[in-house]
């Protein structure tokens, strides 16, 4: 028990080897030329400390970004951030203590839809609505099936549900709780959305079962529910879409170097008339040393008019055996 975690274990002959790594998980950004999109500069840490954090969520002005955070593994807690002042500040609320999580802020910044982890033998995922400065919060449903990702507007949140071991999309009315399928598959599971600026336009990814993701967009149209047949790819084995401040970028993250560890950022223009990707994917930014954990979830990044925002780690780490006793087996 720690701070590290192990990974990739493999056994043979009494024997295990695998890898131990700190978990050195932060917040960075690194600054974009407002005209091409384009990284410039160094990193910069903005936040600092063990642990994970995650589920991105920024107003439309760019000013404050909502996270979630759990270090040393002690509780959950939602942090709000003035990219501004670059000073944060936890948020409380007059409903629920701790163990928040999966945050979504609203356009303007007055709103705050989060969820809580539920123990029991079913899962439940409620969602409640907060009022912000202020904190007082409002239980939108006991179980909403999903959690929240994103706010079209100051009333119909985007959440991502679950079921049959595929993720969906649904849209969920904030004001009433009614709730209806937005982006589904028979055969992918869908996730990790993001609208774009204007409102008219969902990126995601899909994959099916064993395989890659690929990363598609399509019209959000009057809010029914969109058909496969209306899916245009942006790019395959990739994952994580995020829009440019004015929706002319579609960023995502490819598959490099693996699944699970992301150290590239490509992004292509978009035609924010015809929906459809325009020209050839470029390159925006990459890293050598600090990857994405994407085998955590919620760990998109996003951007603002002049900076993208990232959870990052170092994720080097040793390589470690450990002898087994073989010398009583059970039957």
Not at 45 to 54: A, E, F, Q, S, Y
Not at 120 to 148: F, H, K, M, N
Not at 227 to 232: I, L, M, R, V
């Amino acid at each position: 028990m720690g701070t590290e975690m192990d990974w990739f274990p493999t056994g043979a002959n009494g024997r295990v080897a695998y890898v131990t790594i700190h978990t050195d998980q932060n917040l960075w950004s690194v600054s974009i030329d407002a005209s091409s999109g384009v990284a410039s500069g160094p990193l910069r840490r903005l936040t600092r400390g063990p642990g994970i954090l995650g589920h991105l969520s920024v107003t439309s002005d760019g000013r404050t970004l909502a996270y979630f955070s759990v270090r040393a593994r002690v509780a959950d807690v939602l942090l709000i951030r003035d990219l501004a002042r670059n000073s944060e500040t936890v948020f409380a609320d007059d409903a629920v203590g701790t163990d928040k999580g999966f945050p979504a802020i609203s356009p303007s910044g007055a709103q705050l839809a989060y969820s809580t982890r539920v123990a029991g033998p079913r899962a439940v995922r409620p969602i409640y609505i907060a009022q912000l400065p202020d904190g007082t919060s409002r239980l939108l449903c006991e179980d909403c099936g999903g959690r929240p990702r994103q706010w079209l507007d100051e009333r119909m949140l985007l959440i991502e549900t679950f079921g049959s071991r595929r993720n969906t999309l649904a849209l969920l009315d904030t004001a009433t709780g009614e709730r209806h399928e937005l982006v589904a598959s028979p055969e992918r599971s869908v996730t990790n959305p993001r609208v774009s600026p204007n409102g008219r336009w969902v990126a995601f990814d899909a994959t099916r079962p064993g395989g890659s993701p690929d990363v598609y967009v399509a019209p959000l149209g009057s809010g029914a529910s969109i058909s496969e047949f209306d899916w245009a790819v942006v790019e395959r084995s990739a994952s994580h879409p995020f829009w440019s401040a004015n929706g002319d970028l579609l960023y995502y993250l490819p598959t490099t170097p693996s699944v699970e560890l992301r150290n590239i950022v490509r992004a292509r223009h978009f035609d924010r008339s015809s929906g459809q990707p325009d020209g050839d994917a470029f390159t925006v930014f990459s890293s050598t040393e600090m990857v994405v954990p994407a085998m955590i979830t919620g760990v998109a990044p996003i951007a603002t008019a002049d900076q993208i925002i990232f959870v990052l780690g170092d994720f080097r780490g040793d390589i470690w055996t450990l002898d087994l006793d073989t010398s009583s087996r059970r039957r």
